[in-house]
């Protein structure tokens, strides 16, 4: 058996299967009596070690925080026969283990450390463990649905509900899930046969994606995001476009325009589509052209399943945009409030500022994770009125804008809202798009959202 050394920052994946072992996905899965290390017990953690339990393997899982191990959790895990160790990972903790599940919020770098390896060391070889996601995994279990892809910077969650909701307009059976919430491993938990699998895939889980082939596989965009994570661009670059390294020329991959270079460069297999934001769906309630393009998207997705143009036009009509996505929270005196709390980069603030028709009272600020706010400058110019920042960040947005817009800071957002408020004229947005993580101030984006809903709720 001759298996070609995978490794996981190296600039782009070898295409396809060509110099691995080429027996099928199915047959390169955990089974009894291997030895499994997962890696966090979040909720992909807990659903791989289900499966994992399920399929006769002797699982460890190892936790960072202890506090993170409910009782519960021990008690149901420990039952399945499930060996869970926490704190600080350890090298002996993976020895003689076959394959190594780790967690997408743990740096991959960081996990290579703990077990005793460089950043070279391969994700499948002869000489070591093989470190795979636990979406692969699952996937591997799959018995011949079709699977939709998706991943991008933006975009990806609202892209994934139209696509499901085009399919089942069409009258398939879906089942949604990856990174937008729902472990694939819990879809392979329940017995359930659905006519396809969507996916919405991170950086994170696509860089321990060795094999993953879908039929349809779609990349919505990049632009710099979770450096905080990644080592730099290019390592963010290469786990996105791992998304193709194993398609073929019977399969479709939808890659934007400005990324056809480096895609034909890696020698990928699958011929490609560009969409273009086109109008062809012009009854909808979602905001801004680049839903337009989402939409678009969507249906070039799925209309090689089956899926009708007036199937497609009906569900995107019926779509509801997504919380926590240019969210239509309220209109009061005048003012339009829009709830963008998934704005976490400074190129998802510049799709929604450019997608406002109305004088923008932008707030915003946050954990920084990177990005050019100088490039704003003419878009903030022309689109906003007043900026209210709020948590952290300031020493990265008054620098940058304190000469272009009318700008205060303000510790967190509920004094940032009310000083907006009072300033607040007839035919205003008030628009909170940060354009960062949350989690100087709150445990995630929706708590941040739901807040500002609060808030607004509060205004007469």
């Known amino acids: 058996m001759s298996i070609m050394p995978i490794s996981p920052f190296s600039p782009f994946p070898a295409p396809s299967d060509q110099g691995r072992d080429d027996r099928p996905a199915h047959a390169l899965l955990p089974g009894t009596d291997d030895r499994v290390v997962v890696v966090g017990s979040g909720r992909s953690g807990r659903a791989a070690c289900r499966l994992l339990a399920r399929r006769g393997c002797e699982v460890r899982l190892l936790e960072a925080k202890a506090e993170s191990v409910t009782p519960q959790l021990r008690e149901e895990l420990e039952a399945l026969g499930v060996t869970i160790e926490t704190g600080p990972h350890r090298p002996e903790q993976f020895a003689g283990a076959a394959f190594v599940v780790p967690s997408p919020g743990a740096p991959l770098e960081s996990i290579l450390s703990a077990m005793g390896r460089d950043r070279d060391f391969p994700l499948e070889s002869a000489e070591g463990p093989c470190i795979l996601a636990e979406t692969e995994l699952a996937w591997r279990c799959l018995d011949g649905e079709k699977v939709i892809a998706v991943t991008g910077t933006s975009g990806k969650t609202t892209t994934v509900h139209l696509i499901t909701a085009m399919l089942k307009e069409a009258g398939r059976t879906v089942f949604l899930g990856g990174n937008v919430g729902t472990p694939l491993s819990e879809y392979i938990l329940s017995g359930e046969k659905a006519d396809a699998v969507v996916l919405e895939i991170s950086s994170f889980q696509l860089q321990t994606c060795l094999r993953l082939h879908p039929d349809v596989a779609v990349l919505m965009n990049i632009s710099p995001n979770h450096l905080d994570y990644h080592r730099d661009m290019d390592e963010y670059v290469a786990a996105k476009m791992r998304l193709f390294a194993c398609m073929t020329k019977d399969d479709l991959a939808l890659v934007p325009e400005e990324w056809l270079d480096v895609y034909h460069a890696a020698g990928f297999a699958a011929p490609t589509l560009s969409p273009a934001a086109c109008g062809r769906f012009p009854k909808t309630r979602l905001f801004g052209a680049h839903n337009a393009l989402n939409a678009e998207i969507a249906w070039q997705a799925v209309r090689r399943f089956g899926v009708s143009e007036e199937a497609a036009a009906r569900a995107v009509a019926g779509f509801a945009p997504l919380p926590h996505r240019l969210e239509y929270v309220a209109e009061k005196g005048g003012v339009l409030y829009l709830n963008d709390s998934k704005c976490t980069t400074v190129s998802s603030l510049e799709t929604a500022l450019k997608a406002m028709d109305r004088p923008v009272l932008l707030l915003c600020g946050g954990r920084w994770k990177g990005g050019d706010l100088e490039a704003l ?84």
């Open 377 to 460: 400058i003419p878009l903030v110019r022309e689109k906003v009125r007043l900026v209210a920042g709020f948590g952290e960040s300031e020493e990265v947005f008054t620098p940058a804008w304190k000469d272009v817009v009318p700008m205060r800071w303000f510790p967190e957002l509920e004094s940032a809202m009310r000083w907006l408020h009072g300033e607040a004229r007839e035919g205003d947005v008030m628009l909170l798009s940060p354009a960062t993580a949350s989690f100087d101030l709150y445990r995630g984006m929706a708590f941040r959202g739901q807040h500002f809903k609060d808030i607004v709720g509060t205004f007469q």
